[in-house]
């Protein structure tokens, strides 16, 4: 007799899908803001993709109020923390970017960060049992496939022009 697989699927309701999606992004669009700020004084067209990066978050919030008002869903309330970042870079001392180390460790932080957003995602869709919010999520997944790619690209362009910078470092 075979052994019966523990095949047990999660499922989340609307609601706490939306909470979920909802927390997740006013997290992101805090954690890029801050990012931005950050490289502001080191180099201004980074700091301007992270705030794009930012303003996607909020293009995403809106989205999702969107879906709620379509759907009769209850929009989403819920209370943001304020970003606690645990900094790995070096910087217990500098809020700012302040050399080309520090910078692409930071920028390899962001683009982590972004690959976790992109596992959350997936794993929402996994878990979504309303059909009407599929759409909404692989969109989500797809932005963040996109959001990915263009860190990855700028963190090569920027490390490739970056002064001083070795690739031994």
């Known amino acids: 007799m ?14 706490e899908l939306l909470v979920l999606a909802s927390s997740h992004e006013h997290y992101e669009m805090n954690r890029y803001r801050r990012l931005a700020l950050r490289f502001l004084p080191f180099n201004a067209g980074i700091s301007r993709l992270l705030e794009a990066l ?17 759907s009769g869903t209850p929009e989403p309330t819920l209370t943001v923390s304020p970003l606690r970042e645990r ?3 070096g910087s217990e001392k500098h809020f700012f970017v302040i050399n080309v180390a520090m910078a692409a460790t930071v920028l390899a932080e962001a683009l982590n960060g ?5 596992r959350f995602y997936r794993q929402l869709l996994a878990s979504n049992a309303t059909p009407e919010l599929h759409p909404l999520i692989a969109t989500f997944i797809k932005q963040s496939q996109v959001q990915c790619r263009i860190l990855e690209e ?3 362009q920027w490390l490739m022009s970056a002064p001083g910078f070795s690739r031994s470092a």
Do not use: K
Not at 2 to 15: C, D, G, M, V
Not at 54 to 68: D, N, S, W
């Open 2 to 15: 075979q052994r019966a697989r523990n095949t047990t699927i999660n499922t989340i309701l609307p609601q």
């Open 54 to 70: 930012a303003t996607e978050c909020e293009q995403r919030l809106h989205e999702m109020r969107v879906a709620c008002e379509r």
């Open 87 to 89: 900094y790995t870079d």
């Open 114 to 118: 972004e690959h976790q957003s992109l």
């Open 154 to 156: 700028s963190q090569g």
